[in-house]
Every structure is written in structure tokens, then in C-alpha cells.
């Protein structure tokens, strides 16, 4: 069974940082690019960060470059997400997703929740 | 602010037919591919239609997608209770730092 499962989330204060993971099974992980994509509580869906198959191409949204960092293990199976100087509008529910069988997003994982405030 | 400008909100009694409407500009919706995503209460994101119209396996053919130039639309037909959700549209944009992934604010069905 394709699975994502998103980890690391938690409350963290102004301007720390956290680290985010996502561990994949049931597929060749090493195959696909990988996504990151937020919801602030209550609001709408956002597009953080995609990362390639080999890490080639990497993207951000503007809200968050210069502080995110994505990367990937292909050998572990797994995405991360480091972010660093973190905001109150950086308060969300962070997915995991990815484009396996369509060219949108038809894997998500269940979510990680991550509340920065002081 | 959402690139996607979409109805907050729709409603539409059990039985009947309801269409969400997501407006957007040659950059995103003019030149790409849009999809449609239903999110449940408490529950992540699920691909209801990509590629403007087709529907992934396992989704009903009650759900339709289409797009007219700038704008889409997602209908559902025979609503059911079940389908009381959030509806988002998503597509890609390239008028920003090489091709951002967008997506429309949300609409809230009430199934009445």
C-alpha cells in the first residue's frame, strides 16, 4: 500500500526552528518528486516546496524562501523539511504530497500540525 | 490572498446538482492543467479531478471537471450528504518563480 506519514511537527517558539519528515512506503521513492503543502487552521491550502526525483530541482514559495529547507534521502525513503526562523503565520498542518499516478497531487499523507507561538 | 478566486461558499439540497467555479489568469488556468481536491472535515486533501476532466480511479462519475479559458468548474450531481466538504482547485503558475503549484482559497458545500 502507497503510504506517506508525515513527523516532527510541535509547538515551537518565534524564530526557532523545526524539522519535518515524511517517510514513504509501498513505492519507489526514489522515483518521484516530492511536495510539501500547508493549511493554516481554518484556512486554505497552501504549496510550500517541491523537491525532484534526485534532488535536481528545487522550489519554494516565496512566504518561505530563504528560511525552509527541503531535501530528500532516496536511501531512507524519506523528505524533510527544515524550518528555520519560524513565524506565527507559519502555524499549519504540513502534508506530505505527490503525483504518482496523475500529474496532481493524488498522494497526501495524514499530516503533521505545527504551532509557533511564544 | 489566493492566486484562484473561488465562491466561499455553495449549497445545494441532497439529490440536486451544484457547480463550484475556480477564476484564475493566463499564467495559471490559461495555460495549465487544473484539479480539483475534496477535503473532509479533519482529514487531508483527496483528488477528486485532474487534468481539467478526468477523474482518478475510484471516483464517482457524479464529479466533473471542465475549463473555458481562465476559469474552471467542478460539478457534482445526485448531492449527497457525504459530499459535504471543502472543495479546492489547484494548478500550476509560471508568472511567478519558475512553476509554483497555486491553489483557490476553498469553498465550503452544505449539503441542506
Known amino acids: 500500500e502507497v503510504q506517506l506519514v508525515e513527523s516532527g511537527g510541535g509547538l515551537v517558539k518565534p524564530g526557532g526552528s523545526l524539522r519535518l519528515s515524511c517517510a514513504a512506503s509501498g513505492f519507489t521513492f526514489s522515483s518521484y518528486s516530492m511536495n510539501w503543502v500547508r493549511q493554516a487552521p481554518g484556512k486554505g491550502l497552501e504549496w510550500v516546496s517541491s523537491?525532484?526525483?534526485?534532488?535536481?530541482?528545487?522550489y519554494y514559495a516565496d512566504s518561505v524562501k530563504g528560511r525552509f529547507t527541503i531535501s530528500r534521502d532516496n536511501a531512507k525513503n524519506s523528505l524533510y523539511l527544515q524550518m528555520n526562523s519560524l513565524r506565527a503565520e507559519d502555524t499549519a498542518v504540513y502534508y506530505c504530497?505527490?503525483?504518482?499516478?496523475?500529474?496532481?497531487?493524488?498522494?497526501w499523507g495524514q499530516g503533521t500540525m505545527v504551532t509557533v507561538s511564544s | 490572498q489566493s492566486v484562484l478566486t473561488q465562491p466561499p461558499s455553495v449549497s445545494a439540497a441532497p439529490g440536486q446538482k451544484v457547480t463550484i467555479s475556480c477564476s484564475g489568469s493566463s499564467s495559471n488556468i490559461g495555460n495549465n492543467y487544473v484539479s480539483w481536491y475534496q477535503q473532509l472535515p479533519g482529514t487531508a486533501p483527496k483528488l477528486l479531478i485532474y487534468?481539467?476532466?478526468k477523474r482518478p480511479s475510484g471516483i464517482p462519475d457524479r464529479f466533473s471537471g471542465s475549463k473555458s479559458g481562465t476559469s474552471a468548474t467542478l460539478g457534482i450531481t445526485g448531492l449527497q450528504t457525504g459530499d459535504e466538504a471543502d472543495y479546492y482547485c489547484?494548478?500550476?503558475?509560471?508568472?511567478?518563480?519558475?512553476?509554483?503549484?497555486?491553489f483557490g482559497g476553498g469553498t465550503k458545500l452544505t449539503v441542506l
Open positions: 487534468d481539467n476532466n
Open positions: 504530497a505527490m503525483s504518482m499516478m496523475t500529474n496532481a497531487f493524488d498522494i
Open positions: 523537491i525532484s526525483s534526485s534532488s535536481s530541482y528545487i
Open positions: 489547484g494548478t500550476w503558475d509560471s508568472s511567478l518563480s519558475a512553476l509554483d503549484v497555486v
